[in-house]
C-alpha cells in the first residue's frame, strides 16, 4: 500500500525557514514525479516544486523561485522541501505527491497528474 507521510511544519514568522519532509513507502518501481503542494483556505490547490525520481531536473512555481528548494534522498525513501525566506503568503496546508506511474515532471504542477497524496503538514507564517 502506497503511502505519503509529510512531517516539520509549524509557525514561525516572516523571514524564517522550515524543512518539510515527506516520507514515501508501498510503491512498487519508481514512484515517478514527486511534488509539493500547497492550500490556502478558501484557495485552489498550488504547484510549489517538483523532482523527477532520478532527481535530474526540478520545477517550481514563479512565487517560490530562489526561495524554496525540493530534494530528494533515493536511498532513504524521503523527498525534502527547504523553505526560506518565508513570507505570510506561503501559510497553507503543504502535501507531498507521487505521480506514482514512473513519469517525468514538466514545468507545470498540476494536481490531477498525481496519483497518491500525503495527509498534509500546516505552516503558518506570522509577519
Known amino acids: 500500500q502506497v503511502q505519503l507521510v509529510e512531517s516539520g511544519g509549524g509557525s514561525i514568522q516572516a523571514g524564517g525557514s522550515l524543512r518539510l519532509s515527506c516520507s514515501k513507502s508501498g510503491f512498487i518501481g519508481d514512484s515517478g514525479c514527486m511534488a509539493w503542494f500547497r492550500q490556502a483556505p478558501g484557495k485552489e490547490r498550488e504547484g510549489v516544486a517538483s523532482?523527477?525520481?532520478?532527481?535530474?531536473?526540478?520545477f517550481y512555481a514563479d512565487s517560490v523561485k530562489g526561495r524554496f528548494t525540493i530534494s530528494q534522498d533515493s536511498a532513504k525513501k524521503m523527498v525534502y522541501l527547504q523553505m526560506n525566506s518565508l513570507k505570510p503568503e506561503d501559510t497553507g496546508m503543504y502535501f507531498c505527491?507521487?505521480?506514482?506511474?514512473?513519469?517525468?515532471?514538466?514545468?507545470?504542477?498540476?494536481?490531477?497528474?498525481?496519483?497518491?497524496w500525503g495527509q498534509g503538514t500546516q505552516v503558518s507564517v506570522s509577519s
Open positions: 523532482i523527477n525520481a532520478d532527481g535530474g531536473s526540478t
Open positions: 505527491a507521487a505521480e506514482g506511474r514512473g513519469g517525468y515532471c514538466y514545468w507545470r504542477i498540476v494536481a490531477d497528474e498525481f496519483a497518491y
